[in-house]
C-alpha cells in the first residue's frame, strides 16, 4: 500500500527539517502558512515569519522520532517524539502535530505536547 500524498508531503518537510534542509522543506509550507507552536499564545503568520524564528533555536537541536503518520484528503497527523538539546540540557517529550494540506503544501500546523510548561521552560 503506498502512503498518502498529504503524509508524503509532511514526511519530507520533517525529513528535510531534520537534515537541515530549510530550503526543501521550506518550498512545503504555503506562503501564508499559520503555524501554531507549543507554549506560544499566537502563531506565526507566514512563511517569511516562520523562517525568520528559525534563529530563536540557535545553539538547540531538536529530533524527532516519528511513531505514526495518519492521513486523508486535508489533514495530516503525526505522532512522535521529540528530543531537544542545548549545551549540556536535554528534554524529551511526546507530541501530536496536526497538519492541515493543500496542493501539496502545508498551509496550517498545529502542535500539542504531553508537557508544554516544560518545553516553554525549556526555551526561554
Same mark, same amino acid.
Given at each position: 500500500?503506498?502512503? @498518502? ?32 507552536? !507549543?507554549? #506560544?499564545?499566537?502563531? #506565526? ?13 540557535? /545553539? ?16 495530516? !497527523?503525526?505522532? /512522535? ?18 497538519? @492541515?494540506? #493543500? ?5 496550517? #500546523? ?15
Amino acid at each position: 500500500m503506498s502512503e @498518502h500524498p498529504n503524509a508524503a508531503v509532511v514526511r519530507r518537510m520533517n525529513e528535510a527539517m531534520a537534515g537541515g534542509d530549510l530550503d526543501t522543506a521550506g518550498s512545503l509550507v504555503a506562503d501564508d502558512v499559520v503555524w501554531h507552536e !507549543i507554549g #506560544r499564545a499566537e502563531p #506565526r503568520r507566514g512563511k517569511a515569519e516562520l523562517q525568520a524564528s528559525m534563529s530563536e533555536y540557535e /545553539g538547540t537541536t531538536i529530533t524527532w522520532d516519528q511513531h505514526d503518520l495518519l492521513a486523508s484528503d486535508d489533514h495530516v !497527523i503525526g505522532l /512522535g517524539t521529540a528530543t531537544a538539546t542545548r549545551g549540556d540540557q536535554q528534554l524529551v517529550y511526546r507530541t501530536a502535530e496536526i497538519y @492541515h494540506v #493543500r496542493d501539496g503544501q502545508v498551509t496550517e #500546523r498545529w502542535a500539542f505536547s504531553d508537557d508544554t510548561q516544560r518545553i516553554i521552560d525549556f526555551f526561554r
